[in-house]
């Protein structure tokens, strides 16, 4: 039987996590003139992990990865992948009302792909700091990643490298096993060389399995080195595409769910 959550401490696999957990806050601006209505407050507090009702959590050390359920986390969630876009433009004059643009637009659109669950199921997951401080939860996410579980497309062997998907093709093929899709691996600058990477791909690993996927996959930049060791050790493999169309700076990894 398939337990309803997924609670994992792999604590032999994955590098020690410090004793010391930062109290840094974060930046986090606001959004830019919102065009849709949401229930973020910046000063929401953190609700302790027993109330949060997640159906995946995964703790170590002293975090805890699981699915956002908030929208102040789905705002840091945002905000992450922004400050990771534009993290080698930090000079720019301009780049703190760029990174506010992208991330009140990743905002709207991540909460979009995490309702709309038609031929696709979507989430969201962050690590958060678990420990006995009062906090808010804007200054408890560390980290984040997204999973897509689906059929393969029409014409679909692979998936497709990010914004590159016709939209022809959006025909699933129910006849052929699902998969699992992952993107956004972002972790905040303080908090990185923690092991917070790896849990939140292994858990995602583990709800890509419980939601039927055989294979995980992800799309990684070939001179990204420090990303290619990290799904290396996690246990991802380079896919031989056998000359199928792919863009000359990606190249797509997988993790077989089955083994």
């Known amino acids: 039987m398939i337990a309803h959550s997924v609670n994992v401490a792999r604590k032999a696999s994955i590098p020690s996590v410090s004793s010391n957990i930062s109290n840094r806050t974060p930046v986090t601006p606001t959004p830019l003139h919102p065009a849709e209505p949401s ?7 953190r609700p302790s992990i027993e109330k949060s009702d997640c159906k995946y959590t995964r703790y170590f050390g002293r975090y805890v990865a699981r699915e956002a359920i908030m929208d102040e986390e789905y705002w840091i969630a945002a905000w992450l992948r922004a400050e990771d876009h534009y993290e080698d433009q930090s ?8 990174k506010r643009k992208f ?14 669950q038609v031929g696709e199921k979507y989430t969201c997951f962050v690590a958060v700091k678990n420990d006995d401080v009062t906090r808010t939860v804007v200054n408890s996410v560390v980290g984040t990643v997204d999973l897509c579980v689906r059929h393969p497309l029409h014409g679909e062997t692979y998936p497709a490298e990010p914004g590159n998907t016709p939209f022809y093709s959006r025909i699933y093929q129910p006849d052929q096993p699902k998969f699992g899709y992952l993107t956004n691996v ?12 790896s849990n939140m791909l292994l858990l995602a ?37 056998d000359g199928a169309r792919q863009s ?8 077989n769910s089955m083994h």
């Open 39 to 45: 229930d973020l407050r910046f000063n929401r507090l």
């Open 248 to 255: 000359s700076d990606l190249c797509l990894l997988s993790f």
């Open 91 to 98: 000079g720019d004059r301009y780049v703190e009302s760029f």
């Open 186 to 197: 972002c972790v905040a600058k303080y908090a990185r060389r923690q092991g917070i990477a």
């Open 103 to 116: 991330a009140s637009q990743e905002f709207h659109a991540l909460k979009k792909r995490c309702g709309r």
């Open 205 to 241: 690993i583990d709800a890509a399995r419980l939601d039927g996927a055989e294979s995980i996959y992800i799309h990684v930049h070939k001179d990204n080195l420090p990303a290619r060791r990290l799904y290396d050790h996690v246990g991802f493999k380079m896919v031989d595409m």
